[in-house]
């Protein structure tokens, strides 16, 4: 008989050569790095709703829904609807896709040995150190970011951790998120900024801890106390401790002396419309840069491959260009820049976008016009001196005249060629879609804000001074409305308006009032509807509720 | 009937003469060689030679019986003559006939299974480009959808209803080696195709069968025939059945400007929009903007009806042919088939523009010898069957709404002109596209020049390498031990030029490329069987064992692509050399694996029992036991069982009454087969690398190296198993004239393989599980009469099948699959989904309950407790239907709106022939089935132009009941997914009709060509439907493949009229 039972069952036994086992994996620092990337890329989400930049900003009652009359979702957002079921559900699976991986790394590297990959072993420690202290502050980072949007979650923190768990409440959660802070300042080295290479631009430090512990402390006293009713002053921590408001203000007063942060000097070089007639090598692209001298001070740090070298961004979402052909291939690219464009104007310096939140004109109509950062923050259409004479209106909905400078399309002619992305330029990328152009970086973090929330926390105003002195602004005394003015003229736009209205208290009187905008030439009233019932949160993903088997409840009002 | 012609001879009666004579064929009067001729009751006998001619030294007083395979054996006394010359009539239902079984053949009449048993003639005869299309219609509980219309697009195979959301085409075995399809060979190359439908008949092939076995056999030689050449060839011309009506130029701005006007809006002014044309302006000098606009208004000043899209992408009398040579032979020892066929055939979309169409070249060679054999038996052969294919296909994009030509030419507004000449003179474009209507809107991009760029720089080839050798050995008689090594090897290159072009803001690309890539694979499968077969008095018995090995040996591609061309423009250039040298890392991509290289495979061993007593009762037991690869160790081996029993009534003593009844068997079988086919390690979430990832430093553009786990590990996962219940008849009525197949199946797949959707807080993707369960229930029949009157002979066919299908369970809470979102139109829900109790792939949406008409409907459209539904309601809106009664429309009131999977499929196949002249005729249809149309993107382009469908509007009351008053912009009427998208979409198609004349019977004189024949047919020739799209038959599911019925603009089944010749030389 020819039976061919010669070769046994290792003739099914398989290799796979295209993927790292899950067994071997953290034990090098390639791995690492590799992993800690994959922690830092569920920051990225697929639906443009669950960016945090992009929600935040459409929330607050500085900037409308606009957008065409097709882009109802934005519209849903800005009035506080939600007819859609999954709106925050990519904010929510990617948290905990990048709360997983921060897990994996905790846990594994706590027992991996690399000392054979370094000259001693204080060195091999301090790489552990670091890696263990970024995951920690990573999974603060996505339980912040969940917290914040969507109130209490399901605490996971170690590999094994039961998924099926019901939601813990915002007490614990942020007890937890404290905890982690804590831990990562006190793991990670103190290595001032300067001092830290451009090759690790990009990674948390101690002092983006700091920062984020200050953030987190003044998010979760002022929900409790103006929207749970439930006054308090101190963060509690994990282990039943907590962090009072002195314990927290000497963490940011640490970052503000050791950290090696600066404020730029021209609050406008933080933005990329400040190099973009040194990119055209025109200085008529964009003339009131020129006028005002204006420089970039890049994004790569202190040794920026373009600018002048950022001493001030502390942490960002690092953005590249996208291409269609890649799975989900527009996430890596700046899409606030893309969404709050001017919709159909394709000028030069500021391109065409879908013409999502116009500025509420009641900002332009407030802001001192010799404060700086008014022309630095705002895009006054129809004005030529900012490269906005040739706008045509009526193009899109909740139209006002003014759309943000900050992130935006930014584009010049190639040396008599064609109009291309500043950025394709820089990079000399091959692909000039004007969907996937924002190399931009998002700024989560800078230092204007740790020296603004010092004094929040401190009740003085050397802090607040001194972003007003770099505004060519005369000091003023320290109150927590002239606080609240100085956060909202520094920080338009970044995404933090929102959160600090929730948590000032100020949401319920925030949106009382009626603007006269277009709608897609037509003239209407535009009037948000803030409800009080949802108390600052955002609708829980139901799909998550349904696969829970009702063990998540939704937040109350949606 | 028996044509005797006898010639007496005296002679005594009882004595031993030498007998001759020749055996003919009543179909052509050609002689017949192989026709054995066996005295009675004794083993003495011999076969008919090259010539037809037989002689045989035998008693006066004995009977002779002749038998042929495929013709009416006979019985004659031999009445002391020596010369009897016979004519054999070919017999529709051969008693002896076989079919071919898994590593087998057997005796059709003994089959305990539901097969359907197709000849290579049969497929031929419909003309279609691949094999399966024509088993649409005839092969009842086998559902073939062809994917669209386009030349070369292939068939969606479904055998038995969908039993999972997977991988559900059935097993393809071509002469043993199983392939992926069969779409590269010929007809003209096949000599049978058995589909094995019940799990008990499949369970030789184990853990593969699920979705059902297609076994086919190509043609081979036969002992001591002398060469035969044949040629059948036609020529056709295709043009598009149906077509769609888009909007004329007047017709599209009067429904635009309603729109607006409902809306409260001022009527467009559309002078002002076609001369507002910023971009052209700006980009190039002249105010060439300006120009074209006032070209178009010009031209629409003098009666310029707009440009039809449809029309322009369409190519007119499209040209398709076929050419194939067969060569058939053999000697005593040496049997032979060889054969070489072309197909060209042109695209009725896109022909003209990118040349699209499909080309394929197949060569085969199938040779048997025997090495070494006794008086009684071969007992070496060795043999082998190979099939070489090449294949070009140029193909225009019919994918999503995002992917498809023909939903590009629908929604282009008519306004813009193909062509414009100024654009040659002012080097916009160099063949003339007209650019962008810039104010109308950005987004409009010329769909020629799209379809044209996207395409037409395009160039690869396919070949494939598909056969196997073996060995025979048959060391004593009855005892066949047999070893085959098969390859189904692939391997191919394409290249392609990525031009430049600036025709719009959001149409335009100036970086150039060329990128190139090659590809090559192959899977071996090593059989090896043993076969005893013998009698024990009345008793037969069969038994087979087996193992078999299949292993996935190489499957690599490596390609690579740089920016900037040496020789801009030239496609004849576009090779990777002739670029540029890189200045940045974003000009090169790169790519190469081999994903076999890990190794994988299968690993079997199968074993076979089959018994008969007298050909009455008949039973057999199957088992195969197979270990796959893609599973982690301990869960690899999976065993399938099959039993089936058949009982011939008609051989029963008291049967022998009824006489209306030549034959009737009983079947019943049970089974389990599986389904392997998921990706390998899923069982070991392994760590994903992920492009791109993360950017740290200053090494943007280009991110740095990122990996996470890829998805929950889930090391159980294992076999899916299907589990089949069959009982059926077989019967022939009334002198075999009629005949009749019945089958009832339950079919249940359990632990079906899934991706269920998992908790968030999983932080990884979802794990394949065992994870659901599908039932399908059915039942199939198939009527046949076949008769003739005098000269006029006649058959019809009948068959209809039944099918339901429905999910019993889906193993996690939410119990819902839910499909991909943005399919009618961007921005909208999701349209298919699969949910516990519903069949798969349903579809999901809102009841609707007419429009409100007037004022009255409106006020009375109110919730419970009296409220608008609607702030805004007013006439012409939609009436959605409030299922819960909560008064408010919302997610829970979704429901089942209809199902693309049809209730009833049928087929009906006449057949005539008078004299040398014959006709065929083929129907086929389905029932109860709908499909969801959307011809454009309603959500997000308002701009998008319509069809005359729209002229049945809601425009006052009482003009519509289903289409809403128009908007122009975005609004729930028609945002809110729901059935006024949703059409029935039954269909009986005359989808074959031929004409021939034989001229045989003239060409008997001529030695050279033994017959010829010429034919006329036309296919597709004409639909009775409801349905309003260009065709009825919508396999596409958007991106979900267990979804289907979506039309977005479909490509349609070209009508195509051939004229056909076969010669046989």
């Known amino acids: 008989m020819l039976f061919t039972t010669g070769c046994g069952d290792e003739f099914l036994d398989t290799e796979n050569l295209y993927g790292k086992s899950l067994d071997t994996y953290y034990s090098t620092p390639t791995d690492m790095e590799e992993a800690i990337a994959g922690v830092y890329n569920a920051i990225y989400t697929p639906n443009v709703h669950s960016n945090e930049s992009m929600a935040a900003n459409l929330l607050s009652d500085m900037m409308l829904g606009g957008g065409g009359p097709d882009d109802k979702s934005a519209k849903w957002v800005d009035n506080f609807e939600d007819p859609l079921e999954d709106t925050y559900r990519d904010l929510w699976s990617q948290s905990y896709n990048g709360i997983a991986r921060a897990n994996a790394i905790i846990e594994k590297t706590a027992e991996a040995d690399f000392s054979t990959f370094f000259a001693s072993a204080e060195e091999a420690q301090e790489f552990k150190n670091q890696q263990i202290g970024e995951a920690l502050f990573m999974r603060a980072f996505f339980y912040f970011r969940l917290v914040k949007f969507l109130g209490g979650v399901p605490l996971i923190t170690a590999i094994d951790d039961p998924k099926d768990g019901p939601r813990n409440t915002i007490t614990e959660t942020y007890a937890q998120i404290a905890s982690d802070l804590k831990l990562a300042i006190e793991t990670m080295p103190s290595t001032p900024f300067p001092e830290i290479p451009t090759s690790s631009y990009g990674h948390a430090n101690k002092w983006v801890a700091q920062a984020y512990l200050g953030r987190v402390y003044l998010y979760y006293t002022g929900y409790m106390t103006n929207m749970e009713g439930q006054s308090t002053d101190v963060l509690p921590l994990a282990d039943g401790g907590s962090l009072s408001a002195s314990d927290v203000a000497g963490y940011l007063s640490d970052c503000i002396n050791n950290s090696g942060h600066e404020l730029v000097s021209d609050f406008r070089n933080l933005w990329p419309y400040s190099y973009v007639n040194i990119s055209a090598g025109d200085t008529t692209v964009l003339p009131w840069a020129h006028e005002n001298n204006l420089s970039w001070v890049g994004q790569d740090g202190h040794s920026p491959t373009f600018g002048t070298g950022n001493y001030e961004t502390m942490f960002v979402q690092r953005f590249s260009f996208g291409d269609w052909g890649w799975n989900n291939g527009n996430i890596y690219t700046n899409r606030l820049a893309l969404f709050t464009g001017v919709r159909d104007n394709s000028m030069v310096p500021f391109g065409q976008g879908w013409g999502w939140c116009p500025i509420n004109p009641n900002l332009w109509n407030s802001w001192d016009a010799e404060d700086p950062r008014k022309e630095g923050s705002i895009l006054e259409l129809g004005n030529a001196a900012q490269g906005a004479g040739g706008y045509e209106a009526d193009k899109g909905d909740h139209e006002t005249g003014f759309f943000n400078k900050k992130y935006i399309a930014i584009q010049h002619r190639e040396n008599g060629g064609d109009v291309k992305g500043m950025f394709i330029q820089l990079y000399n990328w091959g692909n000039t879609d004007m969907q996937l152009m924002h190399a931009q970086d998002f700024i989560f973090m800078r230092f204007a804000d740790v020296l603004l929330m010092h004094s929040e926390i401190t009740g003085t105003a050397d802090g607040m001074n001194r972003v007003r002195a770099r505004a060519g602004l005369d000091p003023v005394a320290y109150s927590l409305d002239a606080l609240k003015q100085e956060r909202l003229y520094e920080l338009a736009f970044e995404g933090l308006r929102w959160f600090d209205l929730v948590r000032w208290g100020d949401v319920e009187s925030a949106f009382n009032y009626t603007l006269d905008v277009r709608n897609s030439g037509i003239d209407a009233k535009y009037s948000p509807n803030y409800r009080s019932e949802i108390k600052g949160l955002m609708p829980f993903p139901e799909t998550e509720v349904r696969l829970s088997n009702g063990v998540y409840e939704q937040n109350p009002g949606w | 009937m028996l044509i005797l012609s006898t010639v007496f001879s005296l002679g005594l009666f009882a004595q031993e003469v030498t007998l001759s004579g020749v055996v003919t064929s009543a179909d052509d009067n050609q002689p017949l060689p192989g026709v054995t001729v066996v005295v009675k009751g004794t083993t003495n006998g011999t076969v008919t030679n090259f010539d037809g001619v037989y002689t045989l030294k035998v008693s006066g007083d004995a009977v002779l019986l002749f038998s042929f395979v495929g013709m009416k054996p006979q019985e004659i006394p031999v009445d002391g003559r020596t010369q009897v010359d016979v004519v054999l009539e070919s017999d529709a239902f051969d008693v002896d006939e076989v079919v071919v079984v898994g590593y087998g053949v057997q005796k059709k009449a003994l089959t305990t299974g539901a097969n359907i048993n197709v000849k290579g003639e049969e497929i031929a005869a419909l003309n279609t480009s691949t094999a399966m299309e024509a088993l649409q219609g005839t092969t009842p509980g086998v559902s073939i959808t062809r994917n669209n219309g386009q030349p ?67 043609k081979k030689g036969s002992k001591n025939k002398k060469p035969m050449v044949t040629y059948d060839g036609y020529y056709g011309i295709q043009n598009i059945y149906k077509n769609l009506d888009p909007l004329n130029a007047q017709e599209y701005m009067y429904i635009m400007d309603e729109g607006r006007v409902n809306d409260g809006l001022a009527p467009n002014n559309w002078e002002a929009i076609l001369k507002n044309n910023a971009w052209l302006n700006n980009n190039f000098p002249g105010e060439l903007g300006t120009q074209l606009g006032e070209d178009i208004w010009g031209m629409l000043q003098n009666g310029w009806e707009g440009t039809n899209w449809i029309d322009e992408i369409t190519k007119q009398d499209a040209s398709m042919q076929s050419h194939a040579v067969n060569i058939t032979g053999g000697s005593d020892d040496v049997i032979y088939s060889a054969g070489i066929s072309y197909l060209d055939q042109t695209g009725i979309i896109g022909g003209d523009i990118i040349d699209a169409g499909y080309k394929r070249l197949t060569a085969r060679l199938n040779t048997e010898f025997v090495l070494y054999k006794n008086d009684e038996h071969d007992i070496i052969t060795i043999g082998e069957n190979f099939t070489y294919t090449n294949t070009e296909n140029r193909s225009v994009g019919t994918g999503n709404i995002y992917w498809n030509d023909l939903h590009d030419a629908l929604v282009q507004n008519p306004l813009m002109p193909a062509y414009w000449q100024p654009s040659i003179d002012n080097n916009i474009n160099e063949y003339g596209f ?18 044209y760029y996207r395409h037409n720089y395009n160039y690869g080839k396919g070949n494939k390498v598909t056969g196997n050798a073996y060995i025979k050995v048959e060391p004593i008689k009855d005892l066949v031990v047999r070893s085959s090594f098969g390859v189904d090897a692939w391997f191919g290159y394409g290249r392609s030029m990525n031009p430049t072009y600036s025709l719009g803001l959001l149409y335009n690309d100036d970086v150039d490329g060329a990128s190139q890539n090659q590809y090559f694979g192959n899977n071996w499968t090593w059989t090896t069987t043993a076969a005893y077969g013998r009698l024990f008095g009345d008793h037969k018995v069969d038994v087979l064992v087996g193992t078999e090995l299949l292993k996935n040996q190489i499957n690599m591609e490596v390609g690579g692509s740089r920016n900037n061309l040496l020789f801009p423009g030239d496609p004849k250039y576009a090779y990777i050399n002739n670029t540029q040298s890189p200045e940045s890392i974003s000009e090169i991509n790169t790519w190469g694996a081999d994903w076999a290289a890990g190794g994988g495979g299968l690993m079997s061993y199968i074993a076979r029992a089959q018994y008969n007593f007298k050909e009455r009762y008949m039973f057999s037991a199957t088992v195969r036991a197979d270990g796959s690869s893609n599973f982690a160790e301990g869960n690899r081996w999976g065993t399938f069982p099959s039993f089936a029993a058949g009982w011939v009534i008609t051989e029963e003593d008291f049967m022998d009454d009824i006489s209306i009844l030549d034959f009737a068997k009983l079947r019943a ?20 690398y992920v492009f791109p990832g993360y950017f740290f430093g200053d090494t943007k553009p280009v991110s740095g190296t990122t990996a996470y786990p890829e998805r929950v590990t889930n090391p159980d996962v294992t076999w899916e198993k299907s589990e089949q219940l069959n009982i059926g008849v077989d019967a022939r009525l009334l002198d075999s004239r009629l005949a009749v197949t019945f089958d009832w199946y339950k079919k249940t797949t359990k632990g079906w393989l899934l991706e269920a959707p998992i908790l968030g807080t999983f932080g990884a993707a979802a794990p394949y599980i065992n994870g659901g369960d599908i039932e399908n229930t059915g039942v199939e029949m198939v009527f046949g009469w076949n ?36 399919v009618l139109s961007q921005g909208t829900a999701a349209v298919s989904r699969v949910e516990v109790g519903m069949p798969i792939g349903f579809f999901y949406g809102y009841e609707t309950d007419g429009l409100l008409q007037n004022q009255d409907e409106v006020d009375a459209y109110v919730t419970p407790e009296g409220n608008p539904y609607f702030s805004d309601q007013r006439p012409g809106d939609v009436r959605f239907v409030d299922q819960n009664l909560d008064g408010v429309i919302d997610e829970d009131d979704k429901i089942m709106l209809g199902d693309p999977n049809p209730d009833w499929e049928i087929g009906i196949q006449l057949g005539a022939e008078f004299k040398n002249f014959y006709a065929n005729a083929t129907f086929t249809g389905k029932f109860g089935m709908q499909v969801m149309q959307s011809y454009r993107s309603f959500a997000d382009n308002f701009d998008q132009n319509y069809t005359t469908g729209i002229f049945d509007r809601w425009h006052g009351e009482g003009t519509s009941d289903r289409l809403p008053r128009l908007s122009s912009s975005s609004n729930r009427n028609t945002n809110f997914v729901s059935d006024i998208y949703m059409h029935d979409a039954d269909y009986l198609r005359v989808s074959n009709l031929t004409f021939g004349y034989n001229f045989g019977h003239l060409l008997s004189n001529i030695d050279a060509i033994s017959n010829v024949r010429l034919y006329t047919s036309v296919s597709n020739l004409y639909t009775f439907t409801g349905y309003d799209g260009m065709d009825p038959e919508v396999a596409f599911g958007h991106d979900a493949s267990w979804a289907s019925g979506i039309d977005l603009g479909l490509y349609p089944q070209a009508r195509t009229v051939m004229f056909g010749l076969s010669v046989e030389f």
Do not use: C
Request: glycine residues 12%; proline residues 4%.
């Open chain 2, 152 to 218: 070369g697009a292939g068939t969606k195979v479904t055998i038995r209803g969908l039993g999972t959301i997977g991988d559900s085409d059935p097993l393809y075995i071509v002469d043993g080696v199983a392939v992926g399809n069969i779409d590269y060979l010929n007809s003209s190359d096949i000599e049978s195709i058995d589909v094995l439908k019940d799990a008990a008949s499949a369970a030789i092939y184990g853990s593969r069968a699920a979705n059902g076995v297609v076994l086919v056999t190509t």
């Open chain 2, 787 to 822: 008769d003739k009157v005098g000269d006029f002979k006649y058959n019809v066919s009948f068959s209809a099948a039944y099918n339901k299908n429905e999910v019993t369970s889906i193993a996690n809470t939410d119990g819902v699959i839910q499909g991909p979102s943005h």
């Open chain 2, 669 to 688: 079988s049970w089974g389990q087969n599986g389904n392997q086919s998921i990706p390998n390690f899923i069982y070991s979430s392994q760590i994903a």
């Open chain 2, 434 to 451: 007209t650019p962008t209507l810039d104010g109308l809107s950005t987004g409009q991009t010329n769909p020629i020049a799209r379809m």
